[in-house]
């Protein structure tokens, strides 16, 4: 059975940092496209930064380039969402997501979601 679990979430000042972690069971991410999600109220989930299983390119959404950094480590089959320099519009539920197919950098369709870890940034 696929299982993603986050952790990692929670408040933060804008400006400041947090890493979210996604630790996968029941199969290997690094033959899966991964990526983050991100959820806010009255919006539309929105991919915000993924790795491709093909050639481990990564995807960045424009609204957090250079701000947030996608990573995996294979040894312990978890992925990673560093993000810095974080804004009140960095506010929403992250998820985690892996896929064997890719559309527009992310996974898509047959999507396995993590449960969602709540991000606010607020003073």
């Known amino acids: 059975q696929l299982q993603l679990v986050e952790s990692g979430g929670g408040l933060v000042q804008p400006g400041g940092s947090l890493r979210l972690s996604c630790a996968a069971s029941?199969?290997?991410?690094?033959?899966?496209?991964i990526g983050w999600f991100r959820q806010a109220p009255g919006k539309e989930r929105e991919g915000v930064s993924c790795?491709?299983?093909?050639?481990?390119?990564?995807y960045y959404a424009d609204s957090v380039k250079g701000r947030f950094t996608i990573s995996r480590d294979n040894a312990k089959n978890t992925m990673y969402l560093q993000m810095n320099s974080l804004k009140p519009e960095d506010t929403a539920v992250y998820y985690c997501a892996a896929s064997l197919s890719r559309r527009l950098g992310c996974p898509s369709g047959g999507i396995s979601w993590g449960q969602g870890t709540q991000v606010t940034v607020s003073s």
């Open positions: 029941g199969f290997i991410l690094d033959f899966y496209n």
């Open positions: 790795i491709s299983k093909s050639d481990g390119s990564t």
